[in-house]
């Protein structure tokens, strides 16, 4: 099916990540159901490949796509293959512009390079036993004690946690 908003660069793209899908991926999927965590291996060959933060500047190793019809491509293509498990949007969508939006100079150089290369995966706590996932009602607080922050509450259903090197908490 050719959908008009698509372009040609677009369906290039769609293939190079299908084809990354039925080669990396397809091929993992069962053994990765009956262990409950994909591989870090194929964060790693995503991030070789570019599909991870797409949309990230250049001078940290992205591809600066800044067009989201390649993050549709992606999570259309894991539909497509019943992928469930590989949070590769919930990465680059949800939790990478967390860091490229609000983190500071240092934060970016050190952590954007390692987040697109697949070495440091993301994850998000947002939902609270008591307010689910409405962050209206969420009750964890971050309290500055200087050099650092303590973080106060509780956070259940982890998202992308087992495999999480950074979490964005909500």
Known sequence: MHRIHFETEHNLFRESFRAFLQKEVVPHQDAW????????????????????LPWAD???GGSGLKDF???????????????AGFML?????????YIADYGNAEQKARFL????RGECILAVAMTEP?????LAGMRTTAVDKGDHYEI????????N????DLVICD
């Open 33 to 52: 159901e009956e262990a409950g965590v994909v591989s870090r291996e194929v964060w790693l060959k995503a991030g070789e490949m570019g599909f991870l």
């Open 58 to 60: 250049e001078e940290y």
């Open 69 to 83: 019809r390649y993050e549709q491509i992606m999570c259309e293509e894991l539909a497509n293959i019943n992928e």
């Open 89 to 97: 949007p919930l990465h680059s969508a949800l939790c990478g512009p």
């Open 113 to 116: 390079p390692a987040i697109i």
């Open 130 to 134: 008591s307010a689910g996932s409405d």
């Open 152 to 159: 106060n509450g509780s956070k259940v259903f982890i998202s």
């Open 161 to 164: 946690g087992l495999l999480a």
